[in-house]
């Protein structure tokens, strides 16, 4: 008999201890100390920042590589385009969604709260211009529906290219809401986080007019845009000269520094020119190749360039780095 009562008494136990558990489960398992919002000028500094070096980053490996500005010595399956494989950059995608997820954090609290309300125009402004990029990369894409969890949407729908840029809520519609908002604004709160032009709204202004041209003449074989484009060109407030260029400067150290600046020196070295860069460059005289890479060999002769053929077999073929040009101190050593 005593076995049973020890049984029931078990029972009781556990059933209080599950009670008690979940009674408060949610105030147990909430840490105190983590943030649950974050300011919206903490949030645009990160997403200017990341957004910028992340796809810096892309555009000096994926973009270098499939473009042939550069070859890799080694590990270089993306240069021999082995797509499915890339050992190297090649995946934007997340990149654009975290960054546009952040965005969509700041656009929603520009309109919940009248302190907050500087950062709508400049996030829909970004909003466009991060959109952008990404159609024109991949074409139809998750859009009206992204982000939407909340809501129950964790497949959301792919939507159209064209549709991205031309309907309501689209790059084009942005743009335009995001030039009203800031005209509109009455507001003495200045735009903190503001990493590209210091809280000068103007700029944004300047920024959402040139986004507008490139995607109006992004557009143009499928939409007569002539209108328009010519509206802009008249109305002049648009980014006309390169004191205005939406720019964030790396700093030599960190955490505002460049990427490649932080590789080992083995890893950085497995960039040279590529033998497509050096005949265009050379063949037009251009100036740049001083800046955008180094004499073969580093060995300081301004005019002794050399470039590697793109998609070389590394395992079956043998290299030495002192016979190619390294990339310019731009990318590492002098990327402030």
């Given at each position: 008999m005593k076995y049973i009562y020890k049984y029931y008494f078990l029972i009781a136990f556990i059933s209080i201890g599950?009670?008690?558990?979940?009674?408060?489960?949610?105030?147990?398992?909430?840490?105190?100390?983590?943030?649950?919002?974050?300011?919206?000028?903490?949030l645009l500094r990160q997403v200017i920042y990341n957004y910028g070096e992340e796809m810096s980053y892309e555009g000096f490996v994926a973009g270098g590589l499939l473009g042939q500005h550069m070859t890799a010595l080694d590990?270089?399956?993306?240069d021999r385009h082995a797509l499915k494989s890339p050992q190297l950059g090649g995946d934007p995608w997340p990149i654009f969604y975290r960054n546009l997820r952040d965005n969509e954090l700041i656009l929603n609290q520009s309109r919940s709260s009248e302190a907050f309300k500087v950062y709508e125009g400049p996030a829909l402004i970004f909003k466009a211009c991060m959109t952008a990029a990404l159609t024109d990369i991949y074409g139809?894409?998750?859009y009206n529906e992204a982000f939407r969890g909340l809501d129950g949407i964790v497949q959301p729908k792919y939507d159209l290219q064209e549709d991205i840029y031309l309907q309501e809520n689209g790059i084009l519609d942005n743009l335009d809401k995001g030039?009203?908002?800031i005209e509109n604004y009455t507001g003495s709160i200045t735009l903190d986080g503001d990493v590209l032009y210091n809280g000068d709204l103007q700029a944004w202004v300047r920024l959402a007019n040139s986004l507008k041209i490139k995607a109006l003449v992004r557009i143009s074989d499928k939409?007569?845009?002539?209108?328009?484009l010519q509206e802009l060109y008249d109305d002049g407030n648009y980014i006309a000269d390169n004191t205005q260029n939406a720019i964030f400067n790396f700093t030599d150290s960190e955490p505002n520094n460049f990427r490649m600046a932080r590789l080992r020196a083995g890893d950085f070295n497995n960039f040279v020119m590529s033998e497509t860069m050096e005949e265009i460059l050379e063949g037009l005289n251009d100036a740049r190749i001083d800046i955008l890479f180094r004499?073969?060999?580093?060995?300081?002769n301004g005019d002794d360039y050399e470039g590697l053929l793109n998609g070389i077999d590394a395992s079956s073929t043998s290299v030495s780095l002192a016979d190619y040009s390294l990339a310019g101190t731009i990318f590492r050593e002098n990327t402030g």
């Amino acid at each position: 008999m005593k076995y049973i009562y020890k049984y029931y008494f078990l029972i009781a136990f556990i059933s209080i201890g599950i009670t008690s558990c979940t009674a408060d489960f949610e105030e147990i398992n909430t840490n105190s100390n983590a943030p649950v919002t974050v300011q919206p000028s903490l949030l645009l500094r990160q997403v200017i920042y990341n957004y910028g070096e992340e796809m810096s980053y892309e555009g000096f490996v994926a973009g270098g590589l499939l473009g042939q500005h550069m070859t890799a010595l080694d590990f270089n399956l993306f240069d021999r385009h082995a797509l499915k494989s890339p050992q190297l950059g090649g995946d934007p995608w997340p990149i654009f969604y975290r960054n546009l997820r952040d965005n969509e954090l700041i656009l929603n609290q520009s309109r919940s709260s009248e302190a907050f309300k500087v950062y709508e125009g400049p996030a829909l402004i970004f909003k466009a211009c991060m959109t952008a990029a990404l159609t024109d990369i991949y074409g139809d894409v998750p859009y009206n529906e992204a982000f939407r969890g909340l809501d129950g949407i964790v497949q959301p729908k792919y939507d159209l290219q064209e549709d991205i840029y031309l309907q309501e809520n689209g790059i084009l519609d942005n743009l335009d809401k995001g030039i009203a908002a800031i005209e509109n604004y009455t507001g003495s709160i200045t735009l903190d986080g503001d990493v590209l032009y210091n809280g000068d709204l103007q700029a944004w202004v300047r920024l959402a007019n040139s986004l507008k041209i490139k995607a109006l003449v992004r557009i143009s074989d499928k939409e007569n845009i002539s209108t328009r484009l010519q509206e802009l060109y008249d109305d002049g407030n648009y980014i006309a000269d390169n004191t205005q260029n939406a720019i964030f400067n790396f700093t030599d150290s960190e955490p505002n520094n460049f990427r490649m600046a932080r590789l080992r020196a083995g890893d950085f070295n497995n960039f040279v020119m590529s033998e497509t860069m050096e005949e265009i460059l050379e063949g037009l005289n251009d100036a740049r190749i001083d800046i955008l890479f180094r004499p073969r060999g580093n060995n300081g002769n301004g005019d002794d360039y050399e470039g590697l053929l793109n998609g070389i077999d590394a395992s079956s073929t043998s290299v030495s780095l002192a016979d190619y040009s390294l990339a310019g101190t731009i990318f590492r050593e002098n990327t402030g």
